[in-house]
């Protein structure tokens, strides 16, 4: 867990599950194996203590959602180096490392670490970004909940292809206030239509033979984000040789039409939250 994190698009992440069941970025017979960020960690970390010692089992660590909630409020404060996030309550990306919603992981466990520490007094103050590649699962957890998920909290998928465009359907179908679209790393052209009533959507994309697929992905889906009016975060444009930021996060140096990091207001299921409370 990092309560500062040098992910753009938020403040804070937490794992609640470390390591995941895999998917088209690390598993070994995927021709994109080495772009999961996470397996890469984990097999350089291997048994070090709060790492699931085989990424690809993955393990529970209890408390940490109670850990995150109890972060200081950032509601109001200028993020000196994130300003697109200024005015934004705490976000806090739950699982970067892994996927919570892995088919071993309980649905017990992930009410009781998650959704009941998501609308903890301390919780509501954030606004909470949970993402899965398995948007199934997250729509049977709704259910098995027996009510929409917290509404300071927002359900996103990744869509890396139109080979997974899927699981935005199916996201649409998981019972929650606010759904949110991860594009990133782009690694194959994307149908608009998993913009289609979303709140936001983020892209990304790799250098190397993806860069010209993911430029030109990115910007059909910036116009679609345009055309239903869903706030369009571009994160990173990848390596270019003529690029000063390695990873292409200056976006100052891309084109024009991806310069772009619009946030929905998050603030607003925070602050009726607390004048409900
Ligand atoms: S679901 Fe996420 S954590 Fe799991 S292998 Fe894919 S990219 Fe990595």
Request: with cysteine.
């Amino acid at each position: 867990m990092a309560e500062r994190t040098n992910i753009h698009w938020c403040d804070s992440s937490v794992n609640p599950v470390m390591g995941c069941d895999g998917c088209e970025l690390a598993n070994p017979s995927s021709p994109d194996a080495a772009t999961c960020y996470a397996k890469v960690l984990h097999d350089f970390r291997g048994s070090h203590k709060g790492f699931a010692s085989d990424f690809f089992r993955p393990e529970l660590f209890a408390g940490r959602m109670a850990k995150a909630a109890a972060w200081p409020d950032l509601t109001g404060q200028p993020r000196t180096d994130k300003p697109w996030l200024d005015g934004q309550p705490r976000l806090i990306f739950i699982s970067d490392m892994g996927d919570a919603l892995s088919n071993g992981v309980p649905f017990d466990f992930l009410r009781e670490e998650i959704i009941e520490n998501v609308e903890s007094d301390q919780g509501r103050r954030h606004f909470w970004l949970w993402l899965t590649k398995r948007p199934q699962r997250m729509r049977a957890f709704a259910r098995h909940l027996g009510r929409p998920l917290p509404d300071n909290l927002m359900a996103m998928t990744s869509v890396t292809s139109a080979r997974t465009a899927w699981r935005a359907d199916m996201l649409s179908r998981v019972d929650a206030r606010w759904t949110g679209l991860s594009c990133e790393p782009i690694l194959g052209p994307i149908p608009d239509r998993v913009v289609r009533g979303r709140d936001w959507v983020i892209a990304g994309f790799l250098s190397g033979a993806a860069a010209e697929t993911g430029l030109h992905t990115a910007c059909y889906l910036r116009r679609a984000a345009e055309r239903e009016r869903v706030p369009f975060f571009m994160k990173q444009l990848g390596h270019r040789p003529e690029f000063r930021d390695p990873k292409g996060a200056d976006l100052s140096e891309g084109p024009a039409e991806l310069a772009i990091r619009r946030t929905p207001d998050f603030g607003q299921a925070t602050q009726q939250r607390h004048a409900e409370s």
